[in-house]
């Protein structure tokens, strides 16, 4: 009877000390890192004219999220409409105006440019420079971009634009990518993850 009760007492011992072990390897897997999205609430396109001697102004293109965190997307606040034969510099104003004050997500950005690319698509012939329609489709289609990250690959925060001949009704369309540890000279817009797409009906007159 006794040997019985050891062998049961044995047994109680084994299985507990299996549940502490299997108990401790659960606690120490780490979960996978995930992406977390940054809350953008403004986006601002600034388009500034590379010649101050030739009178023209600066154009501002915007989207907004009205509910920030909420179920609504960025969107859209008119079009964009550039001057023809005229040679622009594109930059960005991206915040978060739910903080007070507003974060400047574009400075996060620059900071994380090593993660980050902004791809471009819009009307076939539209421009002079770059030529054809954008790299969203093709990301060795030419794009003028003005920075790059410490790899040498390109970011998209600063880019240049020579429009060509009168266009009514186009489009440009603009993509951040969030490429954590994926981003190469080769990665496309559709590695990682988007963090906006906005599209604008695009006009040169």
């Not at 594109?90 to 440019?113: H, K, Q, R, V």
């Not at 951040?176 to 590695?191: E, F, I, V």
Request: proline share 4%; charged share 20%.
């Amino acid at each position: 009877m006794n040997k019985n009760i050891f062998k049961i007492n044995l047994l109680l011992l084994s299985l507990l000390s299996l549940v502490v072990f299997t108990s401790c390897e659960e606690d120490n897997v780490v979960p996978d890192e995930e992406h977390e999205e940054e809350i953008i609430t403004d986006i601002k396109l600034v388009f500034t004219p590379t010649n101050t001697l030739s009178g023209l102004a600066s154009v501002e293109a915007t989207a907004q999220d009205p509910d920030g965190e909420g179920v609504q997307e960025l969107q859209v606040l008119g079009s964009i409409d550039l001057a023809v034969n005229a040679s622009y510099t594109l930059t960005y104003e991206i915040m978060n105006n739910e903080e007070s004050p507003g974060e400047d997500i574009g400075e996060e950005i620059s900071e994380e440019a090593d993660e980050h690319q902004i791809f471009y698509s819009f009307t076939d012939g539209a421009f002079t420079s770059p030529t054809g329609n954008g790299n969203i489709d093709n990301a060795s289609d030419p794009v003028n971009y003005n920075d790059s990250d410490s790899n040498g690959n390109p970011i998209g925060l600063s880019t240049a634009w020579t429009t060509g001949g009168a266009l009514s009704s186009g489009s440009f369309t603009v993509r951040l990518q969030h490429q954590p540890d994926l981003k190469t000279s080769t990665s496309t817009a559709n590695t990682g993850d988007t963090d906006f797409e906005l599209t604008f009906v695009l006009n040169i007159q």
